[in-house]
């Protein structure tokens, strides 16, 4: 039988199918992506701006090898499936490679995978189609929107401020983060106090005065109080609830980089690659499985088969009470609903069974998945609240209490979610009466508005309708690499470049690098991925407003000065700034290209130890261009001793060169030394 040729994205996936597919298929990777944009062309776009947007590919660095094989594979073939990842990334892949690969219409299939088990591959190529023309559309016009805006405000912000780079939805995100750090600057804290009752088991805060919501804004508001009470509190209202506590939907994208973030402490980076390793398939033992469905998707929707599985796992395993339903999911325009929510592939491999074959991070993060979505599933808790109002000559304090009464969904989920009881004591429901002398008054202010996190702003970037579940731990990695923002205390504060970066782009670009205009072009993107909307008349809407605004900034946008250092320059008197260079930042006369004078900047040396061979330098921790630590002596070009190992201060009798520690054994930095083979002979 002919051979049928599969080919996906990961290597470690091909494997897995290959297994589960038997010997008339062979399965191979693209690895990624194999072409992209040129760096040719008008503005090094690559896209032909001037003749209908017309892209330019090329295969990418490295990929020539890859594609001659595939090349060969495809030619060997009687049948090709494309089954790269199932959104509109892996879509555009599935259509580069037939493209480059020279793949005919008549012999090829478009396969999905949701999820990596026997099952549902073997399903899945019951129902295969063409390359959907409206998702490459989409992901075509988001790749040549992005290099037009990428291309052109980051060369304008590398002429103009020294910024790295500036981009479509990145910009948007760090305004964000410019726009609360102004905030924080701009708060004026209020004083405010709290007048606190308290009694042996328990403490009742004033909350009204006259049936009215009371505000203590200072200490003569909190002295008035306490003169105008006494000693006697009377209970005048006693209020029982019993209430319904939901359960959370299961993860998308979003979500769980918030709550991995949160919760277990992982950035967006390492969470979506965890999960990647868990979606494409584990090796345990017996089988090479995928342990969870896709998991880039903004869709809460289980399937039938799961809701139905997991529901008589419950009954199994906790009873009748703990079955739940499925919760209605508020309705959002930005949802594709592509695909499921994050979920177990198979509710039976618990993540207790599953821990001897992952790692312990892929544990952690397997077992927040499988427990969300399988509590998402279960029943409500049941709360009881109690709130008690106590008056004491028309000051009324309350005090509020919880009890569980039924755990719930909390009997899986617990660990994620703070929900300790506050019990009150039986008195409080049956005596009238209570007394104190003890009361305590603190002062406090108001705090401004916090920092984000990663967490909040993947939500608030979700919420605001910016960037796809895809682009959200890559839009965060970006910021921070291009030293727009520092990370202090797990919060994002802008650099002074940040801002500055942020501040140009509104002084000429707030019709593009706002939040309105980016939700409305991924709208667009929407509208073409699903045939509403043309690739061409997005596009050429875009660029007709955007590029005569590029060449006005280029004109007419000052260049922001150098920041001076406070000193002058030795050689012209001129004052010396700190200007950015090709291996950082350096100091230097104001007055280039008339002086030229570079301050020599004294580096704080790590010394290990004098250098016994030239007995004049030390020898001291250097780095190479790339960063790798050796060492050598600082009396060089005249001494050029330089060794990987750490020395220990001696000369090797033998050769009279260094001796080293390596692997807590002494050997001789010469490796041609006779010392190294007597050692090794154990001489």
Sequence with gaps: ?????????????????????????????????????????????????????????????????????????????????????????GEAISWHLKETLGIKDNNYERVLFHEITKDKVLEAFLSTRKIDEDLVHSQETRRILDRIIGFRLSKLMQSKTGGKSAGRVQSVALKLIVDR????????????????????????????????????????????????????????????????????????????????????GFTAKKTMSLAQKLYEGIDLGTETVGLITYMRTDSVRLSDEFVSSAQAYLFKEYGKEYVGYVKKSKKNENIQDAHEAIRPTSINRTPNEMKQYLTPDEYKLYRFIYTRALSSLMSD????????????????????????????????????????????????????????????????FTSPPARYSEAKLIKELEDLGIGRPSTYAT???????????????????????????????????????????????????????????????????????????????????EKVPPKETGETCPECGSPLVIRKGRYGEFTACSNYPECKYIKKELKEEKIIMDCPICKKGQIIEKK????????????????????????????????????????????????????????????
């Design 181 to 264: 750090e102004r905030e924080i600057e701009a708060f004026i804290p209020e004083e405010y106090w709290t007048i606190t009752a308290l009694f042996d088991d328990f403490s009742a805060e004033l909350f009204q005065y006259k049936n009215k919501k009371i505000e203590l804004k200072t200490k003569d508001d909190v002295d008035s109080v306490l003169k105008s009470i006494d000693s006697t509190y009377t209970v005048i209202n006693v209020e029982e609830k019993e209430k319904n506590k939901k359960g959370k939907a299961p993860f998308i994208t979003s979500t769980l980089q918030q709550e991995a973030s949160t919760k277990l």
């Design 475 to 557: 839009i965060v990695d970006t910021i921070k690499a291009r030293g727009y923002v520092e990370v202090i205390d797990k919060k994002f504060k802008p650099t002074e470049i940040g801002i500055i970066t942020t501040d140009k782009l509104q002084e000429g670009f707030s019709d593009f690098i706002n939040v309105k205009y980016t939700a409305q072009m991924e709208h667009d993107l929407d509208e073409i991925a699903e045939g509403k909307e043309k690739s061409l008349e997005v596009l050429e809407t875009f660029y007709e407003k955007f590029e005569p605004t590029v060449k006005k900034a280029f004109g007419e946008m």
């Design 624 to 683: 190479t261009k790339r960063g790798k630590i050796f060492y050598g002596c600082n009396n060089y070009p005249k001494c050029k001793v330089a060794t990987w190992d750490i020395p220990t201060g001696d000369i090797c009798k033998e050769c009279g060169s260094l001796l080293v520690e390596k692997n807590s054994q002494v050997k001789c930095s010469n490796s041609e030394c006779k010392t190294n083979e007597k050692n090794a002979k154990g001489e």
């Design 381 to 444: 808790a049941k709360v009881r609240a109690t709130s008690v109002i106590l008056d004491n000559h028309e000051y009324q304090f309350k005090v509020n209490g919880q009890v569980l009464i039924f755990d719930g969904y909390l009997k899986l989920y617990a660990d994620y979610e703070d929900s300790e009881d506050k019990i009150l004591p039986e008195k409080l429901m049956s005596e009238k009466t209570f007394m104190t002398d003890d009361v305590e008054s603190k002062q406090h």
């Design 1 to 89: 039988m002919a051979e049928k040729l599969v080919i996906v994205e990961s290597p470690s996936k091909s494997k897995t199918i290959e297994k589960y597919l038997g010997k008339d298929y062979k399965v191979v990777a693209s690895v990624g992506h194999i072409r992209d944009l040129a760096t040719t062309g008008k503005y090094g776009l690559g896209v032909d701006v001037d003749n209908h947007f017309e892209p330019n590919y090329i295969l990418i660095s490295g990929k020539k090898k890859l594609v001659s094989e595939l090349k060969k594979n495809v030619k060997e073939a009687d049948k090709v499936y494309l089954a790269t990842d199932p959104d509109r990334e």
